[in-house]
Nanobody
Framework: QVRLVESGGGLVQAGDSLRLSCAVSGGIFSTYAVAWFRQAPGKEREFVAVRSWNGYNSNYADSVKGRFTISGDNAKSTVYLQMSNLKPEDTAVYYC?????????????????WGQGTQVTVSS
């Protein structure tokens, strides 16, 4: 069983930075694609960023390109989301998810395991 645990959320002001962490246990971390999604109240869950299984590639939603960076540490089985220049519209619950096929997909239905989420609130 694969388990994902997010941490690092909080309340920040517009323009601030925040780093989220996703600790993955179970299975073989180095074979998974791990992504971040977010869901704001009343909205559908949306793709934010994905890190390929080997860590060589990443993909971002247009809304966060240039502001967010996804990275990982295979030794710690952890994926990070560094968020900079945060905006009020970034306010959401952020989830990390693992795709055991290793494919770096952007559709949330493609992901096999999910964390419980961490709240990020950006005040203006």
């Amino acid at each position: 069983q694969v388990r994902l645990v997010e941490s690092g959320g909080g309340l920040v002001q517009a323009g601030d930075s925040l780093r989220l962490s996703c600790a993955v246990s179970g299975g073989i971390f180095s074979t998974y694609a791990v992504a971040w999604f977010r869901q704001a109240p009343g909205k559908e869950r949306e793709f934010v960023a994905v890190r390929s299984w080997n860590g060589y590639n990443s993909n971002y939603a247009d809304s966060v390109k240039g502001r967010f960076t996804i990275s990982g540490d295979n030794a710690k089985s952890t994926v990070y989301l560094q968020m900079s220049n945060l905006k009020p519209e970034d306010t959401a619950v952020y989830y990390c998810a693992a795709d055991l096929s290793g494919a770096s997909r952007t559709l949330y239905r493609a992901y096999d395991y999910w964390g419980q989420g961490t709240q990020v609130t950006v005040s203006s």
